[in-house]
């Protein structure tokens, strides 16, 4: 710790203390601790992430001492300590185990480490609003070659001292930007790039290697369209995504000036390694996603959240607003700067919308209803989640469409989903503004557009009718088709093979990965559904044949419709027999094409809409 840095009245010191225990010590010194008592705590939640997560859970220990000796501290609810009265400095100290891998937690392994502030620093009540300091220290680790040596840290916090990467000594401005400015460690590559003049940064943990040129000029392009797309300048000084490169996983935590990423390694393109081009522009999305989001949601926010203090649930029906309109302007941003072709932009779309189709839940949960209950649902999905529920991010991006199209064919092209989000930008992207307010987005839509979208948001957004996307289409010369699917892995998206004789259908989804069939979900008015069969159930065969992890997917797909289908299966260890009628498969897969007989007008609408000359 250097001496000289300046003081604050909240200083915190970040410690990774036993990198294979997953342990951060973290003290917090209180210049001018509470007289009657200081209280400290915990958030229950992330800002991004709307499930209560109790981050006081990894507390592994907490010590209170003022003037070399020990002070009495007595917790008053799960995340809630209230520290004795002292007459000096007050100096907190604990101890976090860090072994969460998701963008939403905290990680340390002998690898590197990953913080989000909700974690680690403690909340000085009363001083939320005054500024604070960080000090952050490498881990104290053996001195052995080739392993864990040479660690680096990026974060978006401002840097007091130290070099571009080292560790040192950090400035937040609040505590609400102290948590909101995430901490990588470890062995990091780091891509730099600038867009609209603006330096941003891509730091990646467990790739040393990206390809560095396709990276660069793929990523600027991308957030140079986005601050184009708000009007410059950019609201950052300066923006880091900070990516944990693994072998599985893929999501993100968007934040003011930074993003967390989770992304597989096969989805980064990498110089002499074959191109995973599909993983590639998934990749691409996530960045598109998260960098949406650094103007809407963590600037343009909901009134509901903009007071909610973390310690329990912020509820709004908004969601669909902030997930629903980034998720469709993530894969938009890519066509429109010209990363992905209208051919592939198409797919993705027709994709989306077999998503919904698949989803029988769709009639049980209105788009608003979804963003209200995220809290006991969408976080918490279980077997029965497709069957009740309906995602705000894929319904929501899809009413995004229908609303975008719907503004642009009844405008003539003088209004679009594009001005809305202008404007909602100008006037609610301040620092210091009272939030959106429920049901303001939908009076500017109509102001700005000069419509009446009564009937257009009542149902999109209160009722169970799906968005029109496909008459709205055919205006923009594009036709949706629909299809049966031809196996269990066909997710849309493309024209079939063929579609003559459909394939049987039981509806059954099965987890295989432990060699076994288990089912972990029955689609509702399925067959599977009708004859009995649960979730949970271990099926070991199908008309007499054995069912494995093996050819699961292959029986199914041999399976004739209307024969009835004799099933033995496993349910808390007895062997059960049902029958089952097998049923061709539903047409409920989408795909898009562009119509060879639109009209010149219906063309234009597309080409502009698309963002082609
Ligand atoms: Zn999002």
């Known amino acids: 710790m250097s001496q000289s840095s300046a003081s604050a009245p ?85 101890t976090v185990y860090a072994a ?101 940064a891509l730091v990646l943990a467990g790739l040393p290697n990206p390809d560095r040129g396709r990276l660069q000029a793929d990523l600027a392009r991308i957030c140079t369209w986005h601050i184009d797309f708000f009007g410059r300048p950019a609201p950052m000084a300066r923006y880091v995504f900070l990516a944990r490169v693994s072998i599985e996983g893929h999501g993100g935590l968007e934040h003011r000036n930074s993003a967390a990423l989770a992304c597989r390694r096969d989805d980064v393109p990498q110089p002499g390694v074959t191109g995973n081009e599909a993983g590639y522009r998934r990749f691409l999305g996530l960045v598109s996603h ?42 938009l941003a890519l066509r429109r700067c010209g990363l992905i072709t209208v051919e592939q932009y198409l797919e993705i779309l027709g994709k989306s919308l077999t998503r919904l189709y698949r989803t029988a839940g769709r009639r049980h949960q209105t788009l608003e209803e979804a963003s209200f209950d995220t809290w006991i649902k969408y976080y918490r999905p279980d077997e029965n989640t497709a069957n009740a529920t309906v995602s705000y991010y894929l319904k929501g991006s899809l009413v995004a469409l229908a609303l975008d199209l719907e503004l642009r064919s009844r405008t003539a092209g003088t209004c679009s989903l594009d001005a809305v989000m202008r ?26 557009s000069g419509l009446d979208l009564k009937a257009f948001f009542g149902q999109s957004l209160r009722t169970t009718i799906d968005p029109p ?18 196996s269990e892995a066909d997710a849309g998206g493309v024209r079939g093979r063929h579609d003559e004789r459909p394939r049987a259908w039981l509806g059954l989804k099965a987890n295989t990965s432990d060699g ?10 399925s ?82 809409w698309l963002g082609l000359p």
């Open 423 to 448: 404007t909602l930008w100008q006037e609610y992207g301040a620092d210091d503004s009272p939030g959106l307010p429920e049901g303001r987005f939908e009076q500017l839509a109509e102001n700005l």
């Open 469 to 486: 996307v496909g008459i709205l289409l055919a205006q923009f010369g594009i036709r949706l088709h629909m299809r049966s699917r031809e």
């Open 527 to 608: 067959p599977g559904e009708r004859a009995g069969i649960s979730a949970g159930d271990e099926l070991l065969a199908l008309a007499g044949r054995r069912v494995t992890a093996n050819n699961w997917e292959t029986t199914l797909a041999r399976l004739v419709p209307g024969d009835d289908l004799v099933c033995h299966l496993f349910r808390n260890h007895q062997l059960v027999k049902v029958v089952c009628q097998p049923v061709p498969a539903p047409r409920d897969t989408c795909y898009l094409t562009l119509d060879p007989e639109a009209d010149a007008a219906a063309v234009v609408r597309r080409n502009a």
């Open 516 to 525: 076994h069939v288990r089912i972990s979900h029955v689609a509702a008015n």
């Open 100 to 200: 969460d891998p998701s963008v939403r937690g905290a990680w340390l392994d002998d690898e590197q480490g990953f913080v989000n502030g909700v974690c680690v620093f403690l909340r000085v009540h009363g001083e939320e609003q005054a500024p604070s300091i960080v000090h952050i220290d490498p881990p104290d680790l053996p001195p052995n070659p080739g392993s864990a040596s040479g660690w680096r840290l990026s974060t978006g916090l401002q840097r007091l001292t130290g070099g571009q990467g080292e560790f040192g000594a950090f400035r937040a401005s609040s505590y609400s930007d102290l948590i909101d400015q995430p901490v990588l460690m470890g062995q990091l590559t780091t891509v730099e790039y600038m867009a609209a003049g603006v330096p941003h």
């Open 10 to 94: 909240v200083v915190y010191h970040l410690r990774p203390l036993h990198t294979g225990a997953h342990l951060y010590e973290v003290s917090c010194r209180i210049e001018r601790p509470a007289a009657d008592g200081q209280l400290l705590s915990l958030p229950a939640w992330i800002p991004g992430s709307y499930l209560v997560r109790d981050y006081a859970r990894h507390v592994v220990r907490f010590q209170a001492e003022s003037g070399g000796e020990p002070v009495q501290a007595r917790k008053i609810d799960k995340h809630t300590w209230r520290v004795a009265p002292v007459a000096g400095e007050l100096l907190i100290r604990i």
């Open 290 to 331: 998260e960098y949406f989001h650094a103007w809407h949601v963590k600037r343009i926010r909901p009134a509901e959240f903009v007071a909610a203090d973390l310690g329990a649930e912020a509820y709004t029906h908004q969601l669909w607003i902030f997930e629903g309109i980034t998720s469709y302007y993530d894969d």
